[in-house]
């Protein structure tokens, strides 16, 4: 089990500087108006997790703009082995992040998985079943990613080498040994990302369906795709070799189009209301929500078991289009869950219900203070 115990901000978006100190293994809210720097500490803390964090921010978006200073995140997290220093910003000059554990760079931002497992919930996630198959499978990665570190470089070695094969299409220049040295890496990566997603989504599913569904209905998780699909009928090797020949085959097409016609890059996260039996981009706003809040809940649970701790969970502004008896179940969740989560809110009552249960600060102007 791993919390993080202090966090200091330095030129990070609005903070110039900033320190969480004494922080628990709990609940923690922070409240103050719009605009103060809530999502901006949340997005801090996810920043000890590897890739670009609950915004998907390039490292020079992050600058604070009040300073040239580079930005920098650094922590004590604390687990059941003891505490270690966690940090990480760019240099001076430079537009690349580093990765620093116990003050010594780490190789790259895989090592922070070791550590800390952050899964985030923001409202721009609200329209995630209405939005684009690509926002889904991104979500979809991201939560397989906080189960399994190793999916990251799956699916990076399979961008790379498609990106690689477009370019050259592209060009002109296919050399055919080439062509099928990409084309062989791509299936065997690509089937590698699709079993993956198909695993976590069958263990997923099982967390889900052992919830309490009273305030939080039951969702029905599959992924759709074509490699998927053959997974599901045909041995690994097999699906291998016919999504070689498929690539093979679409060479003219990806040649004008760029990209591949096929693969796990085109996939997609279907969600359903099992009650209802009822596709998720068709259910109410509040239904949506309350779907969401129940795969991500159901997720924590599924580290949990696996791991033995639970991740650290960002919930920005969760509460808000919550009526008040699923705040009270969300929050009794959450205590019962056992981790660090971080809560925000433009109003403090919102958390009356926590009240001597939670740490409580006050952001203001891109200030801390405890309440």
Not at 13 to 22: E, H, L, N
Not at 44 to 60: D, E, N
Not at 93 to 119: D, S
Not at 213 to 237: D, R, Y
Request: charged fraction near 25%; aromatic fraction near 6%; charge should be neutral.
């Amino acid at each position: 089990m791993s919390w993080v115990e202090t966090l200091k901000l330095h030129n990070f978006r609005c903070y110039s500087a900033a320190t969480f100190d004494g922080l628990a293994n709990g609940l923690i809210v922070l409240y103050g108006a719009n605009g103060a720097g809530k999502t901006n500490a949340l997005e801090a803390v996810s920043m000890l997790s590897p890739g670009r964090g609950l915004r998907s921010a390039r490292v020079h978006e992050i600058q604070c703009n009040q300073s040239s200073a580079p930005w920098a995140v650094s922590s004590k997290v604390t687990d059941k082995y003891g505490s270690i220093r966690l940090g990480t910003g760019i240099e001076a000059g430079a537009r690349k992040r580093i990765v620093r554990i116990n003050g010594e760079n780490a190789r790259g931002q895989n090592a922070l998985a070791e550590h800390v497992a952050c899964v985030w919930l923001t409202p721009q996630m609200d329209r995630l079943f209405l939005d684009s198959s690509r926002e889904r499978r991104k979500f979809l990665d991201r939560l397989v990613f906080a189960f399994d570190p190793g999916h990251s470089g799956r699916v990076t070695r399979y961008e790379n080498a498609m990106r690689q094969r477009s370019k050259l299409l592209q060009d002109g220049a296919g050399d055919p040994a080439w062509l099928e040295s990409l084309e062989a890496q791509m299936a065997e990566t690509g089937v590698a990302i699709s079993a993956a997603r198909l695993d976590f989504i069958q263990r997923l599913q099982e967390s889900c369906t052992n919830s309490d569904h009273a305030h939080f209905p039951l969702s029905h998780l599959n992924a759709k795709g074509t490699v998927e699909e053959l997974l599901q009928n045909a041995p690994a090797l097999e699906v291998e070799d016919m999504f070689k020949y498929q690539l093979s085959e679409s060479r003219g097409v990806d040649m004008l189009t760029g990209g591949a016609a096929t693969g796990p890059h085109k996939s997609d996260l279907s969600v359903r209301y099992a009650e209802k039996n009822m596709v998720a981009d068709q259910c109410s706003t509040g239904e949506q929500k309350a779907l969401l809040i129940g795969i991500v809940l159901a997720h924590a649970r599924l580290i949990t078991a696996e791991r033995g701790s639970p991740p650290i969970l960002l919930l920005d502004e969760v509460a808000a289009h919550l009526d008040e008896t699923r705040r009270a179940a969300l929050y009794d969740l959450l205590i019962d869950l056992g981790g660090q989560v971080w809560l925000t809110g433009t109003d403090y009552s919102l958390f009356k219900a926590i009240e001597g249960k939670a740490q409580f600060f006050e952001i203001e102007q891109a200030g801390v203070k405890a309440a």
